[in-house]
């Protein structure tokens, strides 16, 4: 094995700062090994350091307190999902509503936990989706399904306005439950879709034809699109939303230097303050809300908030959802079929797909997003392969369970990562499980569901604009004075807006003589990192650019190069425990969601990958089969 710090062509020393042990494998192929765990950087251009990495362990209080702070950010966009199904399957009766919005926080938790422990491992929170709310509403709005009596359904996540003809009370027999088991199906074998997808390594091939350039408008219509829900709730109450802003800004970059004494205790001193922490650094987000929701129930104690929805400051009040928890059981554990059996039309399904293929591109962009917020190196194949493929098994169990929706990563937690800059796993892990507490204890959960709408709208103007700058800063890999690069990356933009814009708007053009088609391509144009992304990938792999233009070398410097035979095993993405057995059994190395993952042996035999590289062929060391087999790597320091 031979030691060598990486350098360019001109023999200066990349901007990784870090030595690395290359080793060339059986087939002589390089395999990039470090001891070290500490984030990549990209010299002048690095996000700030991180508090606590990807791997790092907080202590369990910091776990505790962070975890709620990512709760708390998910609980409002997660549980305007299921009041918007409740209504559409025509709920009236707010226990159940109660019951509905604790399931999906509970089956939440679950995913969280899985995804950050067995999935795509980076610390990224799961929530229902919108992109799966659209196909429901379309599937619910048939003659077939309608609530009776009802004029109108709105969309208020995209400002869609869906009217229906007034119906004859004459479908007695349908309940809500039945509509529920309709989209119980359509979620559960689109579900089967996105496994395959993800399992199989479709989404990992893909990759493989992803920049920078392709990434950027990706992350940022992801931000930027969702400034509609975070108005929606900002407007509510502009005063609290604005202060809720202020104090976000004030706690992560005005006081992030203020270190406060927290009382500790030891057998020497017993009780004392000498342990200082940055609590405004750690909990900016979380700080932010409790003291705006503390402050809304002053208001609203002291009458100084209007008592009517017509009044002013309305929607800040703490008392207008009550309802719910006075609705909620105590104790309520979600069980599968718990509304009945679920039901399968092969139109609605159709519909479902075209959502999961939405949330697939949503999910690509924010894991590298989660990634860079983390500090850690973008996620190999395999790591994306089974992100996508454990989200598909949630949403399987997710429909199971009842929830009306599934489950895809959570934009708004990611901004928090680099607002606290803590990427730890730990922290998103206990979030996990704090939701599957609290949707258990559907008493208790229930009160973080009647923290007022402007609140939440504060907090997620500033998280989806740290969302949109982060997806931006991917622009710094590439030669951003080439015209070939300012074309894709504008373009991109302006097409993923104005085509969703106009799909929204003009609902009946998009006529292919099939119900089923309609929905589909509809549900695909209307999704602004769909267009956006398909838009890029496309111009970025068909016009003519060097790899320096396109921000590849650069990337690959930083840590961010998607070659499988680049950082192909890095011991970040490992799953616990089950390592020493995953490295004995070689047939792995095919698997495509497994960390041994290599490459298809037919693509390996087709792009004759399996010689030895010239640049192996310069490099003067002792060949071990591949980076686990490194008498330098300790691989039992990465743990679950």
């Given at each position: 094995?031979?030691?060598?710090?990486?350098?360019?062509?001109?023999?200066?020393?990349?901007?990784?700062?870090?030595?690395?042990?290359?080793?060339?494998?059986?087939?002589?192929?390089?395999?990039?090994?470090?001891?070290?765990?500490?984030?990549?950087?990209?010299?002048?251009?690095?996000?700030?350091?991180?508090?606590?990495?990807?791997?790092?362990?907080?202590?369990?209080?910091?776990?505790?307190?962070?975890?709620?702070?990512?709760?708390?950010?998910?609980?409002?966009?997660?549980?305007?999902?299921?009041?918007?199904?409740?209504?559409?399957?025509?709920?009236?009766?707010?226990?159940?509503?109660?019951?509905?919005?604790?399931?999906?926080?509970?089956?939440?938790?679950?995913?969280?936990?899985?995804?950050t422990t067995i999935g795509v491992r980076l610390p990224i929170v799961q929530g229902t989706t919108f992109s799966l709310l659209i196909p429901a509403i379309a599937i619910l709005n048939s003659d077939?399904?309608?609530?009776?009596?009802?004029?109108?359904?709105?969309?208020?996540?995209?400002?869609?306005?869906?009217?229906?003809?007034?119906?004859?009370?004459?479908?007695?027999?349908?309940?809500?439950?039945?509509?529920?088991?309709?989209?119980?199906?359509?979620?559960?074998?689109?579900?089967?879709?996105?496994?395959?997808?993800?399992?199989?390594?479709?989404?990992?091939?893909?990759?493989?034809?992803?920049?920078?350039?392709?990434?950027?408008?990706?992350?940022?219509?992801?931000?930027?699109?969702?400034?509609?829900?975070?108005?929606?709730?900002?407007?509510?109450?502009?005063?609290?939303?604005?202060?809720?802003?202020?104090?976000?800004?004030?706690?992560?970059?005005?006081?992030?230097?203020?270190?406060?004494?927290?009382?500790?205790?030891?057998?020497?001193?017993?009780?004392?303050?000498?342990?200082?922490?940055?609590?405004?650094?750690?909990?900016?987000?979380?700080?932010?809300?409790?003291?705006?929701?503390?402050?809304?129930?002053?208001?609203?104690?002291?009458?100084?908030?209007?008592?009517?929805?017509?009044?002013?400051?309305?929607?800040?009040?703490?008392?207008?959802?009550?309802?719910?928890?006075?609705?909620?059981?105590?104790?309520?554990?979600?069980?599968?079929?718990?509304?009945?059996?679920?039901?399968?039309?092969?139109?609605?399904?159709?519909?479902?797909?075209?959502?999961?293929?939405?949330?697939?591109?949503?999910?690509?962009?924010?894991?590298?997003?989660?990634?860079?917020?983390?500090?850690?190196?973008?996620?190999?194949?395999?790591?994306?392969?089974?992100?996508?493929?454990?989200?598909?098994?949630?949403?399987?169990?997710?429909?199971?369970?009842?929830?009306?929706?599934?489950?895809?990563?959570?934009?708004?937690?990611?901004?928090?990562?680099?607002?606290?800059?803590?990427?730890?796993?730990?922290?998103?892990?206990?979030?996990?499980?704090?939701?599957?507490?609290?949707?258990?204890?559907?008493?208790?959960?229930?009160?973080?569901?009647?923290?007022?709408?402007?609140?939440?709208?504060?907090?997620?103007?500033?998280?989806?604009?740290?969302?949109?700058?982060?997806?931006?800063?991917?622009?710094?890999?590439?030669?951003?004075?080439?015209?070939?690069?300012?074309?894709?990356?504008?373009?991109?933009?302006?097409?993923?807006?104005?085509?969703?814009?106009?799909?929204?708007?003009?609902?009946?053009?998009?006529?292919?003589?099939?119900?089923?088609?309609?929905?589909?391509?509809?549900?695909?144009?209307?999704?602004?990192?769909?267009?956006?992304?398909?838009?890029?990938?496309?111009?970025?792999?068909?016009?003519?650019?060097?790899?320096?233009?396109?921000?590849?070398?650069?990337?690959?410097?930083?840590?961010?190069?998607?070659?499988?035979?680049?950082?192909?095993?890095?011991?970040?993405?490992?799953?616990?425990?089950?390592?020493?057995?995953?490295?004995?059994?070689?047939?792995?190395?095919?698997?495509?969601?497994?960390?041994?993952?290599?490459?298809?042996?037919?693509?390996?035999?087709?792009?004759?990958?399996?010689?030895?590289?010239?640049?192996?062929?310069?490099?003067?060391?002792?060949?071990?089969?591949?980076?686990?087999?490194?008498?330098?790597?300790?691989?039992?320091?990465?743990?679950?």
């Amino acid at each position: 094995m031979a030691q060598e710090e990486f350098k360019d062509d001109e023999g200066i020393p990349l901007n990784d700062n870090r030595t690395k042990d290359i080793n060339v494998d059986e087939e002589g192929k390089d395999v990039v090994t470090s001891s070290k765990t500490e984030p990549y950087s990209n010299q002048g251009n690095e996000l700030p350091p991180m508090l606590y990495g990807l791997s790092d362990t907080p202590p369990w209080y910091l776990c505790i307190l962070l975890g709620m702070q990512h709760y708390l950010m998910m609980v409002g966009g997660s549980i305007a999902t299921p009041f918007i199904v409740s209504d559409i399957l025509c709920v009236t009766d707010m226990k159940t509503k109660s019951e509905i919005v604790g399931t999906t926080i509970f089956f939440s938790g679950i995913a969280t936990f899985c995804q950050t422990t067995i999935g795509v491992r980076l610390p990224i929170v799961q929530g229902t989706t919108f992109s799966l709310l659209i196909p429901a509403i379309a599937i619910l709005n048939s003659d077939k399904w309608r609530c009776p009596d009802v004029n109108s359904l709105i969309n208020v996540a995209d400002n869609i306005t869906l009217t229906t003809d007034t119906m004859a009370t004459n479908v007695p027999d349908i309940t809500w439950m039945d509509r529920m088991c309709e989209i119980q199906g359509a979620i559960i074998i689109g579900a089967l879709f996105e496994m395959l997808v993800g399992f199989s390594g479709l989404t990992g091939l893909f990759i493989r034809f992803i920049s920078p350039l392709v990434v950027a408008p990706i992350i940022t219509l992801i931000g930027l699109s969702l400034f509609a829900v975070a108005t929606d709730y900002a407007s509510k109450q502009w005063g609290i939303s604005l202060l809720t802003m202020a104090l976000v800004f004030l706690f992560s970059q005005y006081l992030k230097g203020v270190k406060l004494p927290i009382p500790g205790y030891n057998r020497t001193d017993g009780f004392n303050l000498k342990n200082r922490y940055a609590i405004f650094e750690l909990l900016p987000v979380f700080l932010a809300m409790v003291i705006s929701w503390l402050i809304c129930l002053i208001l609203t104690e002291s009458g100084a908030l209007g008592k009517d929805d017509t009044e002013m400051g309305y929607g800040a009040r703490t008392d207008t959802k009550l309802d719910v928890i006075r609705e909620a059981l105590w104790i309520r554990i979600p069980y599968p079929c718990q509304w009945g059996l679920p039901t399968i039309a092969i139109s609605s399904v159709i519909g479902m797909v075209s959502g999961y293929l939405s949330s697939i591109v949503e999910s690509i962009g924010d894991y590298f997003a989660c990634a860079r917020m983390s500090g850690a190196r973008p996620p190999p194949r395999h790591a994306i392969n089974r992100g996508i493929g454990i989200e598909g098994l949630m949403c399987f169990f997710g429909g199971w369970l009842g929830s009306g929706n599934g489950t895809t990563s959570h934009s708004e937690n990611i901004g928090a990562i680099g607002l606290t800059g803590v990427g730890s796993r730990r922290v998103t892990q206990a979030a996990g499980l704090l939701m599957i507490i609290f949707g258990a204890l559907a008493k208790f959960g229930a009160v973080f569901v009647t923290m007022p709408d402007p609140v939440i709208g504060g907090v997620f103007m500033a998280m989806f604009a740290m969302i949109a700058a982060v997806g931006i800063s991917n622009l710094q890999f590439t030669n951003m004075n080439s015209p070939r690069n300012l074309l894709i990356f504008g373009f991109s933009l302006i097409m993923g807006f104005g085509v969703p814009y106009w799909a929204k708007a003009n609902t009946d053009a998009l006529d292919t003589g099939n119900q089923s088609l309609n929905q589909l391509v509809h549900v695909l144009l209307s999704t602004n990192m769909f267009v956006g992304g398909a838009i890029a990938f496309l111009l970025d792999n068909t016009i003519p650019g060097s790899e320096a233009d396109r921000g590849l070398l650069a990337w690959r410097r930083s840590g961010g190069d998607l070659d499988p035979n680049v950082y192909r095993h890095d011991p970040d993405y490992d799953l616990p425990f089950v390592m020493p057995l995953i490295r004995k059994l070689n047939f792995l190395s095919y698997v495509p969601c497994c960390p041994t993952f290599d490459t298809f042996p037919w693509s390996c035999r087709l792009r004759n990958c399996c010689k030895q590289s010239k640049r192996s062929e310069d490099i003067s060391a002792t060949p071990t089969t591949d980076l686990y087999k490194d008498p330098h790597f300790d691989p039992e320091s990465y743990v679950a």
